[in-house]
């Protein structure tokens, strides 16, 4: 393969390997984030012009004053043009002004109102590899998914409990770091009812690539239906295999990591599993939630998830299908 090929190959993949990434941060759906994409592109297209206007006088220059045969006359010197000076003096200290002023803007635009009764307000905590969503005026606990309702304001508070990790969803806000020993404070809002995904920004370690999640933006209405369920206890399973699984779980070593509402199991190191089915990702968005991908990650998460602190857990086979048959009863 020649140098050039190898070249071009290179490049291919680092740009293809951008589009494994579900984020998009033109394609916004809310305020904050459409202020933040707009003086990015403003920024963006400055920057392409300087570079344009730089690199292509550059080119110029030199195939203008380039070696013609045996002529070895150096070219024209040119000193103490003011005008020249002026020029290239005052229009950097001109686009500053410009992207001061724009930047004061943005943030004024994107700043947090004060809060309010009617607010929404939640909990984040990153853990390696997954988010924990905590409703402290709900009573709700869930992982990997943040409901909200249209056209309210969203304030999140974000810590950690392990190392640096970043909040990201793209289409809503900017990057947030949530920071062991720390809060910092960040909010959402949108018009648009959808699904936005979300990803930590800061390398956390071994599965940082595998530690996402969604944003449900629903109506009024999906999000109070939505929260009325997630606040009930776990069902009780019926059937007797469901109810062999109940007991493994909530009195196993599930139990250790796992809390399920209404149960034994007060666990807090793990996703909160009440209403487990109600979601559509397991892992940190490393697979959806489909019952082949959760006994495979049962089975054998380190293969699912190389690194994660359920690793050493795996469960006997013999057992597989009464714990899958108790997990499908928690919607």
């Known amino acids: 393969m020649s140098f050039l090929k190898k070249v071009l190959f290179v490049i291919m993949g680092l740009s293809l390997s951008g589009c494994l990434a579900p984020v998009n941060i033109f394609n916004t759906a809310s305020p904050i984030a459409a202020a933040e994409s707009r003086l990015f592109q403003i920024i963006l297209v400055m920057s392409l012009v300087v570079f344009l ?6 080119v110029f220059i030199l195939i203008r004053n380039r070696s013609r045969g045996d002529d070895q006359t150096p070219p024209r010197q040119v000193y103490e043009n003011r005008l020249l000076e002026a020029i290239w003096t005052g229009i950097p200290i001109l686009i500053v002004v410009v992207l001061f002023i724009l930047t004061v803007a943005t943030m004024r635009a994107v700043a947090a109102p004060v809060r309010s009764a009617n607010d929404v307000v939640v909990n984040v905590v990153g853990h390696r590899w997954w988010w924990e969503f905590d409703y402290p005026g709900l009573g709700i606990k869930t992982a990997n998914e943040l409901h909200m309702p249209v056209g309210t304001n969203v304030h999140l508070d974000l810590t950690s409990v392990d190392v640096i990790h970043s909040f990201w969803p793209p289409q809503l806000s900017g990057k947030f770091d949530a920071i062991p020993g720390q809060t910092n404070t960040m909010w959402l809002t949108s018009d648009v009812v959808g699904e936005y995904p979300g990803q930590c920004a800061e390398f956390c370690g071994l599965q940082h690539a595998h530690m996402g999640f969604t944003v449900v933006v629903e109506s009024k209405e999906d999000f109070l239906a939505w929260a009325s369920a997630q606040q009930q206890a776990a069902a009780q399973p ?4 469901a109810q062999q699984g109940q007991k493994l779980v909530t009195e196993g070593i599930c139990a250790g990591c796992h809390a399920i509402e209404g149960t034994n199991a007060k666990g807090m190191n793990g996703p909160n599993l009440t209403h487990l089915y109600s979601r559509k990702i397991i892992a940190g ?17 380190e293969a699912m998830k190389p690194g994660n602190l359920m690793a050493n857990v795996r469960v006997q086979e013999q057992h597989l299908p009464a714990i899958l048959a108790y997990l499908r009863t928690l919607k």
């Open 53 to 58: 206007i730089v690199d292509g006088g550059l």
């Open 238 to 241: 019926e059937e007797a295999l």
């Open 285 to 301: 968005g490393a697979a959806p939630l489909t019952e082949e991908n959760l006994a495979a990650w049962l089975r054998d998460s």
